[in-house]
T-cell receptor, first 112, second 118 residues
């Protein structure tokens, strides 16, 4: 079993829709949770970062962490064609342990 | 945000040759840099952690004699793939941490280097 599971998609939604992206994980030591956006043939770009359980909002993006279920989500409101990319979740354990464990990424396409 | 560059962006080489990939932090000093490998439709896999002035720490299953890492300065780390073979063809991405900021928020990724070994 992989430490982090993420549906690779592809996921296609119409412009303006709400997008929900999810990851599950098995390592209960993970405390830091990140979402990265990766455009084709580019390096990942940090979108959201949360610590432990709870919600965090930044503009059209909302990150949720449910540690009891080992489940994290990223919501994108009012999706735009420019949001089309691969979204990767990543996690790490203790503070100072900078090793990131990534999901496989979900390829998202927003249809104009 | 901070900028991390990689060079070259793309390289094609013959089997058996060695390839060097550079990773630079352009506007900050990075005491720690990370090297990842990403195969098509797979997640980024950490290969090694590179610390300035000391030996790199390799992840299990990564051959340190094949993937040579040198972190000679606070702004430059290099990954050399020695005697490359077709199975080494992949997308290699580095990241660098800006120690002046918070924790995970300050790990910046380079644009990646696509290696194709013929």
């Amino acid at each position: 079993q992989k430490e982090v599971e993420q549906d690779p998609g592809p996921l296609s939604v119409p412009e303006g829709a709400i997008v929900s992206l999810n990851c599950t994980y098995s390592n209960s030591a993970f405390q830091y949770f990140m979402w990265y956006r990766q455009y084709s043939r580019k390096g990942p770009e940090l979108l959201m970062y949360t610590y432990s359980s709870g919600n965090k909002e930044d503009g059209r993006f909302t990150a949720q962490v449910d540690k009891s279920s080992k489940y994290i989500s990223l919501f994108i409101r009012d999706s735009q064609p420019s949001d089309s990319a691969t979204y990767l979740c990543a996690m790490s354990a203790d503070f100072g342990n900078e090793k990131l464990t990534f999901g496989t990424g979900t390829r998202l396409t927003i249809i104009p | 945000g901070a900028v991390v560059s990689q060079h070259p962006s793309r390289v094609i080489c013959k089997s058996g040759t060695s390839v060097k990939i550079e990773c630079r932090s352009l506007d900050f000093q990075a005491t720690t840099m990370f090297w990842y490998r990403q195969f098509p439709k797979q997640s980024l896999m950490l290969m090694a952690t590179s610390n300035e002035g000391s030996k790199a720490t390799y992840e299990q299953g990564v051959e340190k004699d094949k993937f040579l890492i040198n972190h000679a300065s606070l702004t430059l780390s290099t990954l050399t793939v020695t005697s490359a073979h077709p199975e080494d063809s992949s997308f290699y991405i580095c990241s660098a941490r800006d120690p002046s900021g918070g924790f995970q928020e300050t790990q910046y990724f380079g644009p990646g280097t696509r290696l194709l070994v013929l």
